[in-house]
């Protein structure tokens, strides 16, 4: 069935060195892919979204590409900073506007 | 501003009572989800609806109903209660061309 993977669970970082957070799926229809953050005690929030393939999307200083030829949608940043410690969800959508099928999520932790 | 608001924020029940999670949303949004919240499981759905008087099952459905009595308002029904049911629970909206908004979440306790 259609399902996002996100490898790692729990990612501590430094201020200013740069992260990446990954994200791979599963579907045989032709993917929409989106990376939610959730910081503590809100609601997810759409960060980027993507369907076109190999076309790096940019948003607040996180950038993404969704690659269909390895089926992955990783996130990265150049340079973390303290706010962007949160929770980071990879979605899968068979279409734009759709049912959204999470991934497990990956808590980042910035440290000073 | 869009928003879709949830309550309670926060519930304590009683294993094999009857627990009630209301959803309102003011976006004149067509579709409604209710996802639930576990540590390292993300967001899974529960039931979903595309339009009022009418609810979908999602992936986890069991142990749970759903009613859309009208456009703006979804609630999520469990019926008896289980400890397995303690998560954070998400309504979110969206439109025929809009991305989701999400509540802020209800978490629910059952004890």
Redo the contacts between chains.
Sequence with gaps: GDS?T?TE?LVTLTKGLPVMLNCTYQTTYSPFLFWYVQHL??????LL?SSTDNKRTEHQGFYATLHKSSSSFHLQKSSVQLSDSALY?CALSLS??N???????TKLTVEP | EAAVTQSPRSKVAVTGGKVTLSCHQTNNHDYMYWYRQDTGHGLRLIHYSYVADSTEKGDIPDGYKASRPSQENFSLILELASLSQTAVYFCASRGQNSDYTFGSGTRLLVI
């Design positions: 996002v996100q669970g005690n809100e609601a997810p929030k759409l979204k969800f734009n506007y049912v959204l099928y999470f991934g497990s999520g």
